[in-house]
């Protein structure tokens, strides 16, 4: 079946400081990956995609490569700030029901001036 | 100007009461979805609906039912509520639900059932 497992939260860092955010996923063909990004008390946006081994999503200095090969799409930003915090959610799209989406449980981060 | 709406954005009603939520997209998409997330932030498909028609109806307790008066609307009305009904509802959107397509997220309906 379809899965996608993150890394547990919270994760806690200095503004300024490298954030990697661990996703892997398992599924039967290949998904297009997602991050999506969620602020308190609002609903998720989507903040990058990859829809092919080896593409690298990116958005707002965040960015994330789909590897095959280790079947992840970690997320990394070289700096974060405290506008960054928020859940981060990490997901596939089902390769043969492309509407079913597969969400991680989330991971909070939290920056610190 | 909002993408994806819904209403009530929060919601505290009595065990065995019935409450619908109500969600429009004016986003032109064709699919629409419901979601639940939990109050570990679990985030679960609910049902889909492509252009009125129902695709994606997970397993969730026939209480639940959604309806689709036109491809912009998608509501969710719930039966007999439960503690455990208690979470946040999302509504979603997608164009045509397409491989890689991005789903566009509503707010979200905090449902407290006490």
């Known amino acids: 079946g379809n899965s996608v497992t993150q890394m547990e939260g919270p994760v806690t860092l200095s503004e300024e400081a490298f954030l990697t955010i661990n996703c892997t996923y398992t599924a039967t063909g290949y998904p297009s990956l997602f991050w999506y990004v969620q602020y308190p008390g609002e609903g998720l946006q989507l903040l990058l995609k990859?829809?092919?081994?080896?593409d690298k999503g990116s958005n707002k200095g965040f960015e994330a490569t789909y590897r095959k090969e280790t079947t992840s799409f970690h997320l990394e930003k070289g700096s974060v700030q405290v506008s960054d915090s928020a859940v981060y959610f990490c997901a596939l799209s089902d390769p043969y029901n492309f509407n079913k989406f597969y969400f991680g449980s989330g991971t909070k981060l939290n920056v610190k001036p | 100007d909002t993408a994806v709406s819904q209403t009530p954005k929060y919601l505290v009603t009595q065990m065995g009461n019935d409450k619908s939520i109500k969600c429009e997209q004016n986003l032109g998409h064709d699919t629409m979805y419901w979601y639940k997330q939990d109050s570990k932030k679990f985030l679960k498909i609910m049902f889909s609906y492509n252009n009125k028609e129902l695709i994606i109806n997970e397993t969730v307790p026939n209480r639940f039912s959604p309806k689709s008066p036109d491809k912009a609307h998608l509501n969710l009305h719930i039966n007999s509520l439960e503690l455990g009904d208690s979470a946040v509802y999302f509504c979603a959107s997608s164009q045509d639900g397409l491989a890689g397509e991005t789903q566009y997220f509503g707010p979200g309906t905090r449902l407290l059932v006490l």
């Open positions: 990859a829809t092919k081994a080896d």
